[in-house]
């Protein structure tokens, strides 16, 4: 909840707020949370977020200038967002200008000392779609996608946590090519019933798209085999294997890698190999199924049947699928408070431990520094006591013989 700001120099939020203050005054609650209104075109919307942000706004408005709806509008990162820590949302563009309209109508009325003055506010709220106690999550990706591959690595401890409160999917992302050539399709594409199913392009270009299909079959075959399992244990499988065939997917790709990823996760061969004599079946339903969900990139996270749009970090994604849920689980609250504790107390014994090391160290190298400084000093002094001596010695022997 929040006063709403907008500014006609400043119309599109590409240029830095100069002299903005955003005050107080007219906030409905006791927490100070300016949004700030902004026009989209003429730069990116993180230019946008980053000038609300560095004004001291708390959620970037962003007003469309198109006649289209905003729920198919990415608002996609230009690669310098991750200082952005305040929310973006595009609104359509006749919301805007009701918006727009009514801020210059409560300035105009605050400007006569008569009348009471008067503020727009809004209200907007972040939900997710929470109809029973489990939530439902698809890890969508293609195999020769290197960052969706380190996602599911560095989020297989957090849906360990997890594990019995959700439902996780591995799905496929399948490209259909009508206009491909011939050799384009046997390159790249596998087909199945007269049509050819092809993979998005891949971080390398020795990786060919149907050895990517390949793998993406295997991945969702071994999920298959082990879905339905009561034992943890079976259900852990696929994350192991995903661990493994991680290192396979490199310059080339090696199906001989792919298999040993299997056998280190102790995966049944023979019930993976079943599955996938239904390729064509497969690549139809991930196709048909990537779009109805709304999949346009890769990897993308789907929480109860609702595109995740954050940043795709395992922790973000965590408390996302937390929030998904009608009763919140324990493990929810324990794993936010050990991330608002930050460090672990054993790490700041670690680090205390060091630090007096470190210490001991110095004092032991400043003695030995200064004992050598002060050896140095009494030879010079010893040095110089001779030498007077000497020459008074030499000036009375002078004497006596005159």
């Known amino acids: 909840v929040g006063r709403v700001f907008y500014f006609d120099q400043f119309s599109d939020g590409c240029h830095p707020f100069s002299d903005i203050i955003l005050d ?9 949370t300016p949004i700030v209104l902004v026009g989209r075109g ?6 946008k977020s980053k000038n609300v942000q560095e004004i001291g706004g708390a959620l970037a408005l962003v007003a469309n200038i198109y006649d289209e709806d905003p729920e198919r509008v990415i608002l996609g990162d230009d690669g310098t967002g991750l200082s952005i820590v305040i ?10 200008e009701r918006i727009k309209k009514a801020v210059k109508e409560t300035e105009a009325n605050n400007k006569d000392p008569t009348k009471k003055k008067e503020y727009v506010v809004l209200l907007i709220s972040f939900d997710m779609e929470n109809p029973d106690d489990r939530v439902e999550y698809d890890i969508w990706y293609t195999s020769g996608d290197r960052k969706a591959l380190n996602f599911v690595s560095a989020f297989h401890s ?3 946590k997890l594990d019995t409160y959700v439902l996780m999917t591995p799905h496929m992302i399948v490209q259909t090519c009508p206009w491909c050539s011939s050799l384009e399709i046997e390159q790249n594409c ?27 079959l295997q991945d969702l075959c071994v999920y298959d085999a082990y879905k339905n399992s009561s034992s943890a ?32 996760a102790g995966i049944d061969e023979y019930k993976v190999q079943s599955c996938l004599r239904n390729e064509a079946r497969i690549l139809s339903s991930e196709h048909l199924l990537m779009q109805i969900s709304g999949i346009i990139y890769s990897p ?7 595109v995740y749009r954050g940043s795709l970090d395992p922790e973000n994604v965590f408390r996302s699928i937390c929030a998904g849920f009608n009763v919140t689980p324990s493990v929810c609250y324990s794993e936010q408070a050990q991330t608002r504790r930050g460090v672990s107390y054993g790490t700041v014994v670690w680090i205390l431990a060091l630090i007096v090391l470190l210490s001991a160290v110095a004092l032991c190298c400043y003695r030995r520094y200064e004992k050598r400084e002060l050896r140095e000093e009494m030879k010079l002094q010893i040095s110089s006591v001779m ?9 009375k022997s002078r004497s006596e013989t005159s």
């Open 87 to 96: 929310p973006t949302v595009l609104i359509s563009k006749e919301d805007g």
């Open 387 to 395: 030498t007077q001596y000497f020459a008074l010695n030499d000036n």
């Open 158 to 160: 957090y849906h360990a």
């Open 233 to 264: 244990e079976d259900r852990d499988k696929w994350w192991n294997y995903m661990d493994n065939v991680n290192s396979c997917i490199g310059a080339r790709y090696s199906s001989e890698c792919a298999r040993s990823a299997m056998h280190k």
């Open 300 to 306: 993308a996270i789907v929480i109860n049947r609702r």
């Open 190 to 216: 596998l087909v199945a019933d007269e049509t050819a199913y092809c993979a998005p392009p891949s971080d390398s270009v020795l990786l060919q798209g149907k050895d990517i299909l390949r793998q993406g």
């Open 42 to 47: 003429n730069c990116s919307f993180v230019r």
């Open 24 to 32: 107080s005054e007219g906030d409905p609650d006791n927490e100070f």
